[in-house]
């Protein structure tokens, strides 16, 4: 990938503001915020939309009525009937992916300029019935019912406690696990203490906080009108005066003995993440500048029955190879935080001479990262985490410190749920 003799460039990036589900954004769905910040990167950019040729977009939690999210995009916000979409879902690295396919489909020629991005939104996840409820009720929605049929349907659906709603778990289909019980094996495997975690918190919120307050997210963020009339302007979940006393008091959550917390874990989060990319001749050529360009990437996957949250340490190594690069030869890391405990233990791997010899057939350790170095602006674990929407936030957020402090590379790394770890090398254009 790194001497394609055409090359895709990141030209801008806009998202929404992140703000906790069943909150600000509860009335839009998940469409409705993908349209909020690919409109929203429109009118940043100035771009006349009918140049925009194809939509990739990732997601998580897809409506079930119209599950591919990026055409109906192009439908929404009135862009030439000819362009494109198609959504993508590769659990919370499906943003990541989504941008990446676009990158490759241009630097094959495919396209000149495309929109990537995702979008969740938790507060409108659909309640999922049991099978068996679903085989009662299917006769009577879908077919010609008789009186009978409506008496059979209620025999099978007696006593009636299963249409009752139930909290859903994230969770592994094949193992049962919740991702918070997989932060914990992980921890505990790692040697990662309660106090670490907390502390690592406490830095992401005071870091997503000084750029809060120093303009950094301010080329990024759109502001969002919601149905009643409200705007809605920032971040929602950051907290810049927490402290490791405050989040010291918080219970574990998923273990009586645990060392995971709310206050240590990414929360329930409601946004959307757009990026422009584009031929680097196209861009050029319209008189825009590029941020960044993409060096390399890699996708893998690990047992979940091991530790399924830990395929960034696999990840990421295989990109830094691809880039022809060593950790110590990149400027910044950006780790999605799902938990604390999960982004501690990666960098704790790639740190590890026992990990490189058992899992990267190397003889020595990746290499240990400075944390000065590490989500320089904060990350999931403060801003939050719409789980299709964050690869995209990484991408915008680092192609802009590139441009911005001059910069050369940026590594990103991503787990993702069904043990997949995924990564990517971006370098200043």
């Given at each position: 990938m790194a001497s394609?003799?055409?090359?895709?460039?990141?030209?801008?990036?806009?998202?929404?503001?992140?703000?906790?589900?069943?909150?600000?954004?509860?009335?839009?769905?998940?469409?409705?915020?993908?349209?909020?910040?690919?409109?929203?990167?429109?009118?940043?950019?100035?771009?006349?939309?009918?140049?925009?040729?194809?939509?990739?977009?990732?997601?998580?939690?897809?409506?079930?009525?119209?599950?591919?999210?990026?055409?109906?995009?192009?439908?929404?916000?009135?862009?030439?009937?000819?362009?494109?979409?198609?959504?993508?879902?590769?659990?919370?690295?499906?943003?990541?992916?989504?941008?990446?396919?676009?990158?490759?489909?241009?630097?094959?020629?495919?396209?000149?300029?495309?929109?990537?991005?995702?979008?969740?939104?938790?507060?409108?996840a659909e309640i999922?019935?049991?099978q068996h409820v679903?085989?009662?009720?299917?006769?009577?929605?879908?077919?010609?019912?008789?009186?009978?049929?409506?008496?059979?349907?209620?025999?099978?659906?007696?006593?009636?406690?299963?249409?009752?709603?139930?909290?859903?778990?994230?969770?592994?289909?094949?193992?049962?696990?919740?991702?918070?019980?997989?932060?914990?094996?992980?921890?505990?495997?790692?040697?990662?203490?309660?106090?670490?975690?907390?502390?690592?918190?406490?830095?992401?919120?005071?870091?997503?906080?000084?750029?809060?307050?120093?303009?950094?997210?301010?080329?990024?963020?759109?502001?969002?009108?919601?149905?009643?009339?409200?705007?809605?302007?920032?971040?929602?979940?950051?907290?810049?005066?927490?402290?490791?006393?405050?989040?010291?008091?918080?219970?574990?959550?998923?273990?009586?003995?645990?060392?995971?917390?709310?206050?240590?874990?990414?929360?329930?989060?409601?946004?959307?993440?757009?990026?422009?990319?584009?031929?680097?001749?196209?861009?050029?050529?319209?008189?825009?500048?590029?941020?960044?360009?993409?060096?390399?990437?890699?996708?893998?996957?690990?047992?979940?029955?091991?530790?399924?949250?830990?395929?960034?340490?696999?990840?990421?190594?295989?990109?830094?190879?691809?880039?022809?690069?060593?950790?110590?030869?990149?400027?910044?890391?950006?780790?999605?935080?799902?938990?604390?405990?999960?982004?501690?233990?990666?960098?704790?791997?790639?740190?590890?001479?026992?990990?490189?010899?058992?899992?990267?057939?190397?003889?020595?350790?990746?290499?240990?990262?400075?944390?000065?170095?590490?989500?320089?602006?904060?990350?999931?674990?403060?801003?939050?985490?719409?789980?299709?929407?964050?690869?995209?936030?990484?991408?915008?957020?680092?192609?802009?410190?590139?441009?911005?402090?001059?910069?050369?590379?940026?590594?990103?790394?991503?787990?993702?749920?069904?043990?997949?770890?995924?990564?990517?090398?971006?370098?200043?254009?």
């Amino acid at each position: 990938m790194a001497s394609t003799a055409r090359r895709a460039v990141v030209v801008a990036g806009a998202r929404t503001p992140f703000v906790r589900a069943f909150t600000d954004f509860t009335r839009l769905d998940s469409i409705a915020l993908a349209d909020a910040a690919v409109g929203g990167l429109l009118e940043r950019t100035g771009l006349d939309k009918q140049l925009v040729q194809a939509i990739v977009w990732g997601g998580v939690i897809l409506p079930s009525a119209a599950p591919n999210i990026a055409r109906e995009i192009a439908l929404d916000l009135g862009f030439d009937p000819g362009c494109e979409g198609h959504t993508v879902t590769r659990a919370c690295a499906s943003g990541l992916q989504a941008v990446t396919t676009a990158a490759a489909a241009i630097e094959r020629g495919e396209y000149d300029v495309m929109i990537a991005g995702g979008s969740d939104s938790t507060s409108n996840a659909e309640i999922k019935l049991p099978q068996h409820v679903v085989h009662a009720a299917a006769p009577i929605a879908l077919g010609k019912p008789k009186p009978k049929d409506y008496l059979a349907a209620v025999r099978q659906l007696a006593p009636f406690t299963d249409i009752l709603p139930t909290r859903p778990k994230i969770a592994e289909r094949t193992t049962g696990e919740v991702m918070g019980e997989s932060a914990e094996k992980m921890a505990r495997i790692h040697g990662i203490g309660r106090a670490a975690q907390d502390e690592f918190a406490v830095r992401s919120h005071q870091r997503a906080a000084a750029a809060i307050a120093s303009g950094r997210f301010d080329a990024e963020v759109v502001p969002v009108t919601t149905p009643d009339g409200r705007t809605v302007t920032r971040d929602g979940l950051v907290r810049g005066d927490t402290s490791v006393e405050k989040l010291a008091r918080l219970k574990p959550v998923f273990a009586a003995d645990g060392t995971v917390t709310a206050g240590n874990a990414s929360p329930l989060t409601d946004g959307a993440s757009a990026v422009l990319l584009m031929s680097e001749e196209k861009a050029r050529e319209l008189g825009l500048t590029p941020l960044a360009a993409f060096r390399s990437w890699s996708y893998v996957s690990v047992d979940p029955t091991d530790q399924v949250l830990i395929g960034p340490a696999i990840s990421m190594p295989r990109a830094l190879d691809k880039a022809g690069l060593a950790l110590a030869d990149v400027d910044l890391v950006d780790i999605h935080e799902a938990f604390a405990a999960q982004t501690l233990s990666v960098l704790a791997a790639l740190a590890s001479d026992e990990w490189a010899k058992t899992r990267l057939d190397r003889e020595t350790a990746v290499g240990a990262v400075d944390p000065a170095r590490v989500n320089v602006h904060g990350g999931s674990v403060s801003l939050g985490h719409p789980f299709g929407a964050t690869g995209a936030r990484m991408v915008t957020t680092m192609a802009n410190e590139l441009a911005r402090t001059g910069a050369q590379t940026a590594l990103l790394g991503i787990c993702a749920a069904g043990g997949i770890g995924a990564s990517a090398v971006l370098e200043r254009v």
